[in-house]
Nanobody
Framework: QVQLVESGGGLVQAGGSLRLSCAAS????????VAWYRQAPGNQRELVAI???????TYADSVKGRFTISRDNARNTVYLQMNDLKPEDTAGYYC???????WGQGTQVTVSS
């Protein structure tokens, strides 16, 4: 079963940046779309960004222009570069291989005002 490991979260001031990483244990990463989701306490998990195996990207309106999703298929890794962070970006961030019901432990992002 594929395993996903997210990393790179932390505490940052508003306006700051973080780069999240999602590493997969299997090569399936390179042939499927991969998505980043986030979930704040009391809220439903929401889609943040998706990157197709060909590189096409889609973003939630709330992060457009601030976040960039990218992938390195040779390393089975997907990244989420987050710039101009806002307190409302505070959440646990999780990656997911589209169509595969597997989730990592997530990485916490906290943005202070």
């Amino acid at each position: 079963q594929v395993q996903l490991v997210e990393s790179g979260g932390g505490l940052v001031q508003a306006g700051g940046s973080l780069r999240l990483s999602c590493a997969a244990s299997e090569i399936i990463f390179s042939i499927r779309a991969v998505a980043w989701y986030r979930q704040a306490p009391g809220n439903q998990r929401e889609l943040v960004a998706i990157i197709a195996n060909g590189g096409t990207t889609t973003y939630a309106d709330s992060v457009k222009g601030r976040f960039t999703i990218s992938r390195d298929n040779a390393r089975n890794t997907v990244y989420l570069q987050m710039n101009d962070l806002k307190p409302e970006d505070t959440a646990g961030y999780y990656c997911n291989i589209v169509g595969v019901p597997t989730w990592g432990q997530g990485t916490q992002v906290t943005v202070s005002s």
